[in-house]
């Protein structure tokens, strides 16, 4: 934990202390008994087993589907049952994901949770929800509660993130939990039928719906592999390229990287980041339908073999255009080498006309080639390359873009070195 950011420590102890008054409050000031304490034991067990089996989501964080779970013992018990068994959820898990995750993040899962349904019970009490009641009101007030606990869990986890990867919650939940949010929904309906299931059969209700939820984490699963499943596509295509032409090896992981700083600097949506890492990893894949003794050829290139080099961002799109979830991107690798001034290829369009990742592409493109080694020369060092970058500028290449590039890149680089420092410290 002493590695992490300040910010994030002092985050986690307001958010830890916030839980534990709220928590230390509603415990002192529940009737217990033998069947609150039974209770807190059979849902304790349940979200424990719920946050054990988590779904790794694709930025870092995770899901679980103890959501309605929560959300159901919300509906049944009074607060303290109900805070009780959030905490002992978030801090009593076992198995993988308690052999890998840090104590820190069990606390904060724990006070998080605790304060996401303490919000949610607000609603509860506005609405004078008092026991589980099937009728309309009841249920839209219900759909209210869930809707709450959900934006404060997830308002949560990326602040929390955020801080963590120095970057923006809003990002951050953008990337990891919008494209989640019809998926949690769907669980609000479980978790009432939970609620009514334990009401009129006790303990016996909860084991009639274990089935479902192990389904719907099954799901959930291959929702989200899926998703990563298209970036490995992606990756095999590449290795596929980079296995013809040697000199460009880790050129296009590269690229990617510079292209979503420079994308994030401009304020870029996380969907069209993701969509332009995507190209600019694939940018290069037309190479494929390159003869090999042209792309590693070590003297001066014909003019029949620069037709064929040059044929490669057009050999790009017709292989993406077979790919369905790439399809979007085609235009974007066809344009990567046209020229800010029109006398690019293939198409020779200029200015705006070049869509605008084509034009980021370019930039980093340029840099990754000015800066690697190649079989006829030795790459050039990071300011020479950002002179030539300001050279090519309003000709070759976007000057906005250029001049956007070498802040970020001068900026990340400045920021390596210093991470270098303190290791080494």
Same mark, same amino acid.
């Given at each position: 934990m002493e590695s992490l950011p300040t910010r994030f420590k002092f985050f986690l102890i307001l958010l830890t202390s916030s839980a534990l008054l709220l928590l230390g409050w509603n415990i002192l000031h529940t009737d217990w008994n033998r069947t609150l304490l039974i209770q807190v034991l059979i849902f304790g067990i349940i979200g424990i087993a719920s946050e054990s089996l988590p779904v790794a989501l694709p930025k870092g964080g995770y899901v679980t589907v103890s959501y309605p779970i929560f959300l159901s013992a919300l509906i049944l018990f009074p607060m303290g049952v109900t805070l009780a068994v959030m905490a002992l959820s978030g801090l009593f898990i076992f198995g993988k994901v308690a052999s890998e995750e840090p104590f820190y993040k069990r606390i904060f899962n724990a006070s998080q949770y605790v304060l996401s349904l303490a919000g949610a019970s607000q609603v509860i009490n506005f609405f004078k929800l008092s026991s589980v009641q099937f009728d309309l009101r009841s249920i839209i007030s219900y759909l209210i509660v869930a809707s709450v606990f959900m934006a404060i869990n997830t308002i949560l986890v990326s602040t929390a993130l955020g801080l963590i990867l120095h970057k923006s919650p809003w990002s951050i939940w953008l990337s990891n939990f919008r494209w989640s949010v019809p998926n949690t929904i769907a669980l609000v309906p479980l978790g009432f039928l939970l609620a009514l299931l334990y009401n009129n059969w006790? #303990? /016996?209700?909860?084991?009639? /719906?274990? &089935?479902?939820?192990?389904?719907?984490?099954?799901?959930?699963?291959?929702?989200?592999?899926?998703?990563?499943?298209?970036?490995?596509? $992606?990756?095999?295509? $590449?290795? %596929? /390229?980079?296995?013809?032409?040697?000199?460009?090896?880790?050129?296009?992981?590269? @690229?990617?990287?510079? $292209? $979503? %700083?420079?994308?994030?600097? =401009?304020?870029?949506?996380?969907?069209? &980041?993701?969509?332009? !890492?995507?190209? #600019?990893?694939?940018?290069?894949?037309?190479? &494929?339908? @390159?003869?090999? =003794? &042209?792309?590693? !050829?070590?003297?001066? /290139?014909?003019?029949?073999?620069?037709?064929?080099i040059r044929s490669h961002p057009i050999i790009g799109q017709t292989i993406i255009k077979g790919i369905k979830f790439l399809y979007d991107i085609g235009n974007v690798v066809r344009y990567h080498h046209e020229r800010y001034d029109g006398k690019g290829y293939p198409d020779g369009i200029q200015g705006s006309e070049i869509p605008l990742e084509s034009r980021i592409i370019a930039v980093a493109d340029t840099y990754d080639a000015i800066t690697s080694d190649r079989s006829y020369r030795k790459g050039r060092t990071h300011e020479e390359a950002l002179e030539e970058l300001k050279r090519v500028s309003g000709t070759q290449l976007d000057p906005e873009l250029v001049e956007i590039f070498c802040k970020v890149v001068t900026d990340e680089l400045a920021q390596s070195v210093s991470a270098n420092r303190v290791q080494i410290a």
């Open positions: 006790g #303990a /016996l209700g909860l084991f009639l /719906l274990f &089935i479902p939820f192990l389904a719907f984490r099954h799901a959930f699963q291959l929702y989200v592999d899926m998703r990563e499943n298209y970036l490995s596509t $992606v990756e095999a295509l $590449v290795q %596929a /390229l980079e296995a013809k032409d040697t000199y460009t090896s880790g050129h296009s992981e590269r @690229v990617g990287k510079l $292209v $979503v %700083a420079m994308a994030e600097a =401009i304020k870029m949506s996380e969907d069209k &980041i993701q969509s332009l !890492k995507y190209a #600019a990893v694939l940018h290069d894949v037309g190479k &494929i339908g @390159v003869s090999e =003794i &042209i792309l590693n !050829k070590e003297g001066k /290139l014909m003019d029949s073999e620069w037709e064929a």
